[in-house]
């Protein structure tokens, strides 16, 4: 009983500590704007291993994911600080059952570096195209109006955990729902992605984007998630884009290959641009906390384009709001994937914005991520899609090659180095599924 208790105060001492890091980090960024995100470095890079350590926010951040596990004792009312939304109401309660109810899986468990009994396998993209009973089943219509279908989403959804065995799911939605929702005008358009009829150019654009509310502008996007929280068995991965990558759509109106007007408004108008990326990052917060208050169990911040960055660039123009989004989901204990493309100068910079995970595209060996990252962030990656593209026995191979530089470390979390593409034999992917069940291996 005793012990008990003894092991609630230190739950709240350290609680208490995440609180003052992620005030810190808004200070910094706040302040410094275009400069630095330190608060945010300083939430990642001490050990969770080191004793010394013990008060760290990446201890205090494995402590609350462990208190999401257990039977919600008296979780602590945390007030968050200005720049950050409020709580929602009952967000305590519901984070500690969403967090809890998938502690002993292997995907959590890799998300957290804790040891597990085999490597955790899912694929960008997993959802839709490559597909046949996903051809079958979507209709008419752009994607858009399919994500707007909960029913059919749902089945979207669970199509690809069903055929491959994969050990999470990933919401059928896209990046720019939010945007869509609250009525900045886009559309996505098949085999070209999403295009925008009137880009954002100046600041009177900034009343296009209005802030989100979930239960009103995207109400099916939950009742989605909340339908495939009582149906799968495998955790569920919220997503939203960053704000970098939702602008470069908003700013070029389609998609781009060198990031040109998105790059000049950033150097052009920084004040405009942080604006931009401020409402953003309000809509990634309010979107992803919409998505774990209705059970999603881990999310990914998807940052696809970021690699168009200098470290220089992104460190100035978007790390800080990156940083804010993270930092704006930290109370509720689920992992936080960070993702993006080409981003093999970025990965410091990527595990310093505060993610528990960093995905790695394919370019950067996984042990050379590791060695760039440090042991005390999980990775997720890192198949060359196009050797799964190529058939079975070059995506075995691959596989294999991913796993022997993983060498075991707990945190690993095996995917692609960017999404699944379209004309991919599914029986691949079974395959590489298979063969990362049977031969991962991972360290006690
Ligand atoms: O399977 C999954 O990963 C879950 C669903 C998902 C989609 N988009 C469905 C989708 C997710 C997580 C996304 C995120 C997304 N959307 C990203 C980040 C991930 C990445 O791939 O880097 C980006 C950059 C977008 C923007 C976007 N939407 C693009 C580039 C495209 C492709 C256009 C095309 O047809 O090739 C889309 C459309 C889209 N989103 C499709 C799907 C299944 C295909 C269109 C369709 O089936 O109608």
Redesign the pocket.
């Known amino acids: 009983m005793v012990v008990v208790v003894v092991d609630v105060v230190v739950v709240v001492v350290v609680v208490v500590d995440v609180v003052d890091v992620v005030v810190g980090m808004a200070v910094v960024v706040d302040d410094a704007g275009a400069t630095t995100a330190s608060g945010a470095a300083d939430a990642t890079s001490p050990s969770p291993r080191n004793p010394q350590d013990v008060a760290s926010a990446a201890t205090a951040r494995t402590a609350m994911a462990s208190l999401g596990g257990r039977e919600c004792l008296g979780t602590p009312e945390i007030v968050l600080p200005g720049p950050l939304p409020p709580r929602a109401a009952g967000i305590g309660s519901l984070g500690c059952m969403s967090a809890g109810r998938f502690d002993d899986h292997p995907f959590i468990r890799a998300c957290r570096c804790q040891p597990h009994d085999r490597v955790p396998v899912w694929f960008?993209?997993?959802?839709?195209?490559s597909l046949p009973e996903?051809r079958a089943i979507?209709g008419e219509g752009?994607?858009l109006d399919?994500i707007a279908d909960p029913d059919l989403s749902t089945e979207i959804?669970l199509q690809?955990v069903r055929r491959y065995g994969v050990d999470a799911a990933?919401?059928?939605?896209?990046?720019?729902v939010p945007a869509h929702a609250v009525g900045f005008g886009l559309t996505?358009?098949?085999?070209?992605?999403?295009e925008v009829e009137h880009p954002f150019r100046s600041a009177a654009d900034l009343d296009r984007l209005r802030p989100l509310d979930p239960e009103a502008d995207t109400p099916y996007v939950l009742e989605t998630v909340r339908q495939l929280v009582a149906e799968l068995d495998v955790p569920l991965i919220g997503?939203a884009?960053a704000p970098f990558?939702v602008a470069s759509?908003l700013i070029e109106g389609r998609?781009s290959r060198d990031y040109a007007n998105t790059k000049s408004l950033m150097f052009n108008d920084e004040a405009l641009w942080h604006s931009l990326m401020e409402r953003l990052a309000d809509m990634a917060i309010t979107s992803l906390r919409s998505q774990i208050d209705n059970g999603a169990s881990a999310i990914?911040l998807?940052d696809?384009?970021a690699g168009a960055l200098s470290p220089s660039q992104y460190e100035r123009y978007v790390l800080p709001h990156s940083s804010r989004v993270l930092a704006g989901v930290a109370d509720t204990g689920v992992p936080r994937i960070h993702f993006g493309?080409t981003t093999g100068e970025l990965l410091e910079l990527i595990r310093d914005a505060g993610a528990d995970v960093v995905g790695v595209d394919w370019r950067v060996p996984l042990d050379r991520a590791r060695a760039r990252v440090g042991d005390d962030v999980a990775l997720q990656g890192n198949l060359d899609p196009t050797m799964v593209l190529a058939g079975v026995d070059a995506a075995v191979e691959g596989a294999r090659d991913v796993l022997a530089r993983n060498a075991g470390h707990p945190g690993h979390v095996f995917n692609l180095g960017?999404?699944?593409m379209?004309a991919v034999d599914p029986d691949v992917l079974s395959a590489v599924v298979e063969v990362v069940h049977r031969e991962g291996t991972v360290n006690p």
């Open positions: 960008m993209r997993q959802a839709g195209r996903y979507r752009t994607i399919a959804t690809p990933i919401l059928y939605s896209d990046i720019v996505v358009t098949p085999g070209v992605g999403p997503f884009g990558t759509y998609p990914q998807f696809s384009w493309v960017h999404g699944v379209p």
